[in-house]
């Protein structure tokens, strides 16, 4: 069965600060990792997934087959940042995606 | 608002009461997919639709759960005897190709 593992239930870093959101995950198959964000009072939005390989709003991950990770960093944090975020994964098709199989969820802090 | 929509945002019901909430997806989006999520956890997939063919259910989808999409629009998610545990957050969300789009939500409490 498919599983992704989010350790840290809350992390608190300093406005410029570097940001590294831990993901791990297990799965036979092919798959397709994502990042969601939830900000204060909104809906779950995508922010990235590794298939495009771009950097939304300074983050960036990349998916390391061999230590089964998708870790989400940015260099410097913002303020605006403070979220939760949500690593998530689906098994690969290109045309469509089944269901998600999200992680717990890491409620990021950005102080000022 | 071209974003997707549920209804009711909070519903409120008594042990043993039956609800329903529904969900449209944004226009174009051939898949539609429910979740439920609960204080401190992430999303969990419960079932998810291809147009009106439900393709995929998750075992945490007893057989008090089920869910339509008759005309490939529109979803609905019904609870029969609702229990305690039921209460959670139930999430809709649409796709066409593998971005999900989420919506708002409903927030069921059970007394």
């Known amino acids: 069965a498919q599983r992704v593992t989010q350790p840290e239930k809350l992390l608190s870093v300093f406005k410029g600060a570097p940001v590294e959101l831990k993901c791990n995950y297990s799965y036979s198959g092919s798959p397709e990792l994502f990042w969601y964000v939830q900000y204060s009072r909104q809906r779950l939005q995508l922010l990235l997934r590794h298939i495009s390989r771009e950097s939304i709003k300074g983050f960036t991950a990349d998916l390391n087959k061999g230590e089964t990770s998708f870790h989400l960093k940015k260099p410097f944090a913002q303020e605006e940042d403070s979220a939760m975020y949500y690593c998530?994964?689906?098994?690969?098709?290109?045309?469509?995606?089944?269901?998600?199989?999200f992680g717990k969820g890491t409620h990021l802090i950005i102080q000022p | 608002d071209t974003g997707v929509s549920q209804d009711p945002r909070h519903k409120i019901t008594k042990r043993g009461q039956n609800v329903t909430f529904r969900c449209d997806p944004i226009?174009?989006?051939?898949?539609l997919y429910w979740y439920r999520q609960t204080l401190g956890q992430g999303p969990e997939f419960l079932t998810y639709f291809q147009n009106e063919a439900q393709l995929e259910k998750s075992r945490l989808l007893s057989d008090r759960f089920s869910a339509e999409r008759p005309k490939g629009s529109f979803s609905t998610l019904e609870i029969q005897r609702t229990e305690q545990g039921d209460s959670a957050m139930y999430l809709c969300a649409s796709s066409l190709r593998s971005e999900q789009f989420f919506g708002p939500g409903t927030r069921l409490t059970v007394l």
């Open positions: 226009s174009e989006h051939n898949r």
């Open positions: 998530a994964l689906s098994e690969y098709s290109g045309g469509g995606a089944d269901g998600l199989t």
